[in-house]
């Protein structure tokens, strides 16, 4: 990065009583600065050679607002502001940083390591009625109880409006005002570590929301050169990328650093264009890295792709990234193919027992073989890349909010169902995540839903909405993304756990996450020999062997499984087989195989010896 600055991006309040001040505009011949409140006053910023406006302002402190005058004309919010309190058109607020990092102090927290990671994905607004950070905390002691440590939570950079899934975001510095600002993320944060939870936080790089959008009227923020599912793609490797790096790179650290988040998930990092020799996230990863560990901290940075390469998270030094995780689809589609035998879209590629097995030993279905929805060869072996690297799941934001209904998988399955998805994915040897209410099967839908200002762009969703579900086949109108009442509908509502199969499925997800913690993490073997519509799997060597089956059939039934030498003991299988007259025995001696009952849709778990 370039070190011709003095200061970092956006307004920084000194001890002296003054604030510094700082944009990157070289498309600008003269940008100033105006103090709305308190009182009023205009300074002209000084400007270097590749266009950074910058300087000190005295009187100014924390709470001042203010906006960008530019060339004496139009003016703007701050690109970097670190709170806008009216939304995206409104000024922006000085925010002392420090005083966010001392609401965090030193806790003594540690993130732990990516093996014992559970993710517990939100959306703010609609995790709590109040949809707010300070809700939120409210929750964090059930989700300690459930097994969760950590909480990734979906993009809060400043967006239009009070109700958006946060990827529409355009001040990216800015903590949402709507869900509680600054103090109110920087508390979450916090009371996340007094519970033993680490914070993640969602960050958008790939692209910035139409909205509020400031940045193209100050310089080459985007590029031209490609072009993306949002426009034009933000100049990462064209003229002038290196202080557009820069700002992004500056985003990451003020999360990581001033808020203590302990690690970032970064956004459809395959939509991120950059062909220069020393790529944009081998430099995030290493910045972000250097500065945390200065501080004697461990950051996590997950990215989300769905190429399946395995240079995301192999080191710099063998011709990778850098980065710690990658999410792998391959295991979610696969579940849902098989579970609900949906074959539209993507899901074409997925459906069988075969794809299962694959995605447990290898951490991804597809590996350099033919995708019949591509229409062309998909992904790479992930040879070498640790389990742990891989973040799996059964549901998330993306594949419930993507469908035209937002239906999660309560809405598509029986309870038997449920409960194996939830073994599939919680009993692999990757890092899961779980998305909101997904423990104790959320009714809600988690639909698309919007709150912008300008009409056209809203009439623009409406009719974009309803061409992405054209490779689906999906019948009807979707629900409209700007009415309130969509929003309304997402709430989630955890007293649901408390009755009913709700109740029900709640503990068979505490008692996942036990058996999980106890699990060898030891390589992976799928004993499957055939295309069953079962896969039988072990974990760890010894007798620490653990066996896993999982039927995948709609009716009750047996077959000859391959089952290791030795006797087993019975420690976990799912209630509804439980139920049933024909559940799996208490004991296993095998002598290489033996013929079992199989309830429909269910799973069990046996330990040797």
Request: charged fraction near 25%; include cysteine; proline fraction near 7%.
């Amino acid at each position: 990065m370039t070190e011709e600055r003095t200061g970092r991006l956006g307004a920084t309040p000194l001890p002296s009583g003054e604030c510094r001040f700082v944009v990157w505009a070289p498309w600008r011949e003269k940008v100033e600065v105006r103090i709305t409140s308190p009182g009023e006053k205009v300074v002209t910023l000084r400007s270097d050679a590749r266009g950074t406006f910058e300087g000190v302002v005295k009187g100014v402190g924390p709470g001042a607002r203010y906006l960008f005058r530019l060339d004496g004309g139009r003016e703007i919010p701050d690109p970097a502001s670190r709170f806008q309190p009216l939304g995206v058109h409104g000024p922006s607020e000085v925010v002392d940083l420090g005083a966010l990092a001392a609401i965090r102090g030193d806790r003594g927290f540690a993130c732990p390591p990516l093996a014992d990671l559970v993710f517990y994905e939100i959306h703010v607004g609609t995790f709590t009625r109040a949809g707010t950070f300070e809700a939120a905390m409210a929750e964090l002691p059930r989700l300690a109880a459930l097994g969760v440590n950590a909480l990734e939570i979906m993009p809060v950079a400043q967006f239009p409006g009070g109700r958006n899934w946060g990827y529409d975001g355009v001040f990216l510095f800015a903590a949402q005002d709507s869900y509680g600002g600054p103090e109110g993320l920087a508390r979450l944060v916090a009371a996340c570590h007094d519970h033993g939870i680490a914070a993640f936080l969602d960050v958008v790089y790939n692209h910035l929301g139409p909205e509020g959008n400031v940045l193209h009227e100050l310089g080459p923020y985007f590029t031209s050169v490609y072009h993306t599912p949002w426009g034009s793609a933000i100049n990462l490797d064209d003229r002038g990328c290196d202080e557009v790096r820069r700002f992004f790179i500056e985003n990451a650290l003020q999360w990581t650093m001033d808020y203590g988040f302990d690690g970032l998930r970064l956004d459809a990092v395959h939509a991120l264009c950059d062909r220069s020799a020393s790529p944009f996230l081998e430099e995030l990863a290493r910045e972000v890295k250097d500065r945390t560990r200065e501080s004697g901290r461990t950051v996590h940075l997950v990215a989300e792709s769905d190429l399946n390469d395995p240079r995301l998270v192999t080191p710099p030094s063998r011709g990778g990234l850098g980065l710690d995780a990658m999410w792998s689809d391959d295991l979610h589609h696969t579940i849902h193919a098989l579970l609900t035998g949906e074959t539209n879209g993507y899901y074409e590629d997925f459906g069988r027992v075969e794809h299962l097995a694959r995605a447990w030993e290898r951490g991804a279905t597809y590996g350099g073989e033919h995708s019949a929805f591509r229409g062309r060869r998909h992904g790479r072996p992930l040879l070498g890349v640790s389990p742990e690297r891989l973040v799996v799941c059964t549901q998330n934001h993306d594949q419930v909010g993507n469908r035209m209904l937002g239906e999660r998988l309560t809405g598509l399955l029986d309870a038997a169902s449920l409960e194996l998805a939830a073994a599939v994915a919680l009993l692999s040897p990757f890092t899961p995540l779980l998305f909101m209410g997904e423990e104790y099967g959320e009714t809600a839908p988690f639909l698309y839903f919007t709150s912008h200002g300008d009409e056209e762009l809203v009439r623009a969703v409406r009719k974009g909405r309803k061409a992405e579900f054209e490779t689906f086949s999906w019948k009807g109108e979707p629900p409209d993304p700007q009415s309130p009442e969509t929003y309304r509908r997402c709430v989630i509502d955890p007293d649901k756990r408390k009755r009913g199969h709700h109740l029900s499925l709640h503990d068979l997800y505490t008692r996942l996450l036990a058996a999980r913690r106890g699990l060898p993490r030891a390589p992976v073997t799928v004993l499957n020999s055939e295309e069953p519509r079962w896969m039988v799997a072990t974990r760890g060597e010894g007798e620490e062997t653990h066996l896993l089956l999982f039927a995948f059939e709609e009716a009750d039934g047996s077959a000859t499984l391959p089952i290791p030498d030795g006797s087993y003991r019975l420690v976990l299988d799912a209630p509804s087989a439980r139920a049933r007259e024909r559940g799996y025995p208490e004991t296993l001696t095998s002598g290489g195989s033996l013929d079992l009952p199989l309830p429909a849709r269910s799973f069990a778990v046996y330990r040797r010896g």
